[in-house]
């Protein structure tokens, strides 16, 4: 798969940080904008309000990005995310996929019969689309017998609070293959226009400094465990208690 960054809110961290100040401040924010205000102490701030959890100031920011070679079966985990977020996708019906295009699951390894089987069928998919087609089918109708492995194209649009969110469930380890990739590619991308959210797009578990999975991938504690141990009080008691 390949992920560019095609574009971004100009200057990310001065944006929120005007953002913030305007929630609390009788300056109109045009002028807190021109203010020269050092990198380091908006960083600080922007820092301790996402680490609180006062995120609507974050999505003043977008970044868009282009994603080629994802499988459809992909998309479909990508769409799930839905707030923060607008897909533009490479159209099935108007696109001719007349080549084999897909996605191999490295779980098939290199050679062996699974593998062989497995690249059996999609060839055997793609020969039947060409052949609808051919007769006249309408590639919105012959697309049927394409699998989940076929490729595809997209531009994504996401705001930092919903990206932060998304990273911080398919950066998990446990995450599927695929989208735990292609989070780690766009993470990639955004932090070199936006370095102080390095620290932010990571795995659920390295905030909470546990995991609240219903399992562990062993980077850390899970919560029964910590509970256990008198470490954690037991989130659904704490609920009771204050109901």
């Not at 045009?30 to 309000?49: G, H, Q, S, T």
């Not at 994504?156 to 398919?170: A, D, F, G, K, M």
């Not at 795995?203 to 910590?226: A, N, Q, T």
Request: glycine content about 4%; proline content about 7%.
């Amino acid at each position: 798969m390949e992920v560019t960054l095609l574009a971004y809110t100009p200057a990310p961290l001065k944006v929120i940080y005007t953002a913030a100040r305007t929630c609390y401040s009788a300056r109109p924010p045009a002028e807190i904008w021109a203010d020269e205000v050092p990198e380091e102490k908006m960083e600080d701030l922007v820092n301790r309000l996402i680490q609180q959890g006062h995120h609507s100031v974050l999505e003043h920011v977008s970044f868009t990005l282009g994603i080629a070679g994802i499988s459809r079966s992909c998309l479909a985990q990508l769409t799930r995310h839905r707030v923060g977020i607008a897909f533009s996708v490479q159209s099935q019906r108007y696109v001719r996929l007349d080549r084999p295009t897909y996605v191999t699951p490295p779980s098939l390894g290199l050679d062996g019969e699974r593998r062989t089987r497995f690249e059996k069928a999609m060839a055997e998919a793609w020969q039947v689309y060409n052949e609808l087609v051919s007769a006249g089918v309408a590639p919105e109708d012959a697309r049927f017998v394409l699998p989940n492995a076929t490729t595809c194209n997209l531009v994504l649009t996401v705001n930092i609070r919903e990206l932060i969110h998304i990273c911080e469930l398919r950066l998990c380890p446990r995450a599927q293959w695929e989208i735990h990739e292609l989070f780690l590619k766009v993470a990639a991308e955004v932090v070199k226009v936006a370095p102080f959210l390095k620290r932010h797009l990571v795995p659920k578990c390295l905030r909470l400094g546990y995991c609240d999975e219903p399992e562990s991938c062993g980077i850390m504690p899970h919560w029964r465990e910590l509970q256990a141990q008198g470490r954690l009080p037991n989130p659904v008691s704490r609920l009771q208690d204050n109901g």
